[in-house]
């Protein structure tokens, strides 16, 4: 091949892997943007329609379906993820079972911290299970069809994608943040990456005492 030619192969790979990794920073802002237009709703419905959360069709670990009228009466604290996360889920589900190892019996009882994995293709109903009770003993794990899952995620604005890895397998793109609903399965606020348990807990506390 000649010079030119393997340096024009060269430049269209550039061009592509730039192209892509725009797609992706585009998708990530447009979500973010769009949770942060919603903004808080801590008014109880006076600012208007919740702009985060909804119905969902889920599977809890036992294969029983699972609604947001599951939880109904609790405050949920929401995280969409996958068991497959190397570094990121983990990390954000320890600190939401950090935060409720910070509050009163009393208020843990009004608290379901829920898990909802958004690799259906490999989380089945005992993984989920599994993985959410090794972060904390509420921890209630749901999954579903692709298309179930979509409805949630959707509902809460979480955009997530399957990425292939040079292994031959793939991991999965997607929005983190932890998303606090009241007792009526109304948005009540989220919190981004790396925050403190001890805000989150604060939250928790208040959007329990209504
Ligand atoms: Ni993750």
Same mark, same amino acid.
């Given at each position: 091949? /000649? ?15 730039? &192209? ?24 109880? &419905? @006076? ?8 119905? $969902? ?6 294969? =029983? ?14 995280? $969409?993820? $996958?068991?497959?996360c ?8 320890? @600190?939401?079972?950090?935060? @409720? ?14 898990f @909802? ?10 993984l989920?299970? =599994?993985?959410?009770?090794? $972060?904390?003993?509420?921890m ?15 509902? !809460? ?9 040079? /292994?031959? /397998? ?8 932890? !998303? ?7 948005? !009540? ?5 790396? /925050?403190?348990p ?5 939250a ?7």
């Amino acid at each position: 091949m /000649s010079e030119p030619k393997k340096r024009n192969i060269v430049r269209w790979v550039i061009f592509g892997f730039a &192209g892509i990794c725009l797609l992706f920073a585009g998708g990530a802002a447009y979500v973010a943007l769009q949770i942060i237009e919603g903004g808080p709703n801590q008014e109880g &419905g @006076i600012m208007g329609q919740p702009t985060v959360g909804g119905p $969902f069709v889920l599977v809890n670990g036992n294969g =029983e379906t699972a609604t947001e009228k599951t939880f109904g009466g609790k405050v949920m604290a929401v995280y $969409f993820g $996958f068991t497959y996360c190397p570094d990121v889920c983990p990390t954000e589900l320890a @600190i939401v079972a950090d935060a @409720i190892d910070l509050l009163p019996a009393d208020v843990v009882a009004d608290v379901a911290p829920v898990f @909802i994995t958004i690799d259906p293709d490999r989380d089945t109903p005992e993984l989920v299970k =599994e993985y959410a009770a090794n $972060f904390h003993e509420n921890m209630v794990g749901l999954t579903g069809t692709p298309e179930q899952v979509a409805v949630a995620g959707k509902a !809460y604005r979480v955009y997530y994608a399957k990425r292939e890895t040079e /292994s031959g /397998s793939y991991t999965m793109d997607h929005t983190s943040y932890i !998303y606090i609903m009241d007792k009526q399965g109304r948005y !009540y606020r989220h919190f981004r990456m790396n /925050s403190a348990p001890e805000e989150i807990a604060e939250a928790l506390k208040a959007a329990v005492a209504g």
